[in-house]
């Protein structure tokens, strides 16, 4: 997380499909405790009441990614 006068910036990394990351994190009891204690602290409202809320916020939050770099594999030694 990262904070700046009013600005606060989440960060999640994933791998896979966004749809299944966002009805994942619906589902936890931790994530929608701090949607509701966000909410009124929140410039623009965002609706993650249910799934698809959920859904729908992860998709119009998404960063374009401008660089990814990994490390090569290594063939396994036998």
Known sequence: MFIRDSTLVRVIEYEGDLTVVARFMASQPGVREVERRLKP??????????????????????????????????????
């Open 41 to 78: 602290f929140l410039r623009t409202p965002r609706d993650t009441g249910d799934e698809a809320g959920f859904v729908r916020t992860f998709q119009n939050s998404l960063l374009r990614c401008v660089t990814q770099m990994s490390v090569p594999r290594t063939p396994a030694v036998s």
